[in-house]
């Protein structure tokens, strides 16, 4: 097995750093032939993989956030080469999602027995997530969150840039064109705190926000979070903190093909956990699209 590790130099927390030498001093126990290269410049993960690809490596194994994964997913879309992953980031949804052990030691253990799966990806505009996109509050905490306090704290420096954005954020309207499962067409005007696209059915860290999402279905799950003034606001983020979003708040879910969203104001968007842009914006399922190393059913461990 010929894998190229490609990981984050700055991904994680600063006490918790990643050690390339003992992944592929690991692997190579087991047989494979593994290259190291480290992502030095944006979208450096992409051209790395690309190159893989057109090497003709098997594996690509992306050790980092979703962030790091996302972007290494970029350069193999549509290719027969397979995506690894070890988690190294700070939420490590994508871990979650597949029940992978969140210390990436420990999560090592998968990709010699792991199978082959081919998945599908969301769209927006030209790149691709394997997980979500999201539009309004969530984008809005990534613009606030304090880098260096991340870089130290995790997962707490984003709680904490969600509760000062709480105090910030406003209600916005979206007009949203989408089709859905079946193929008819709809038109929908909302105000709004956010809507989630998903792919995957796991959020953040282990909130289950999609259940009905399945990574090889041909289908994005749209959850619009509708949101009048402040106090529609709060309930919909307690929600989520307590798993009761379906019965405390004003909430609509449709599955979908493909999505077209405009706001009067620029509402900002993030997906698989990096901000991308602003709208307008089109989002789409682009069905089987990357192969990747996913845990075998029956060897799946629980996360921590």
Known sequence: MKAMLIYNPTAGQIWQQFQPEMVKNYLQEQGWQVDVEPTQKISGGTDLARKAAQLKYDVVIAAGGDGTINEVAQGLVHTPVRLGFLPVGTTNVLAREFKIPLNYEEALAYLPQAESRLID????????????????????????????????AGKLAVFTSGVENLFHHTPFVLKMRFEDAQGKRHKLNRRVMQIFVSNASTYATDFKIAEQAVMDDGLLELHIFKSKRFRDTLYSLLSLLLRRHKEWVDFEHFSIRKLQI??????????????????????EIVPKALYILAPRQEDKAETP
């Open 121 to 152: 990806l969301g769209k927006l505009n030209q790149r691709h997530f394997l997980l979500m996109a999201g539009v309004g509050y969530d984008a809005e905490i990534l613009m606030r969150v304090n880098k260096q306090f991340k870089n130290v």
């Open 262 to 283: 405009f706001a009067r104001k620029p509402a900002p968007i993030q997906i698989d956990g990096d901000l991308v842009g602003y709208t307008p914006a089109t989002i």
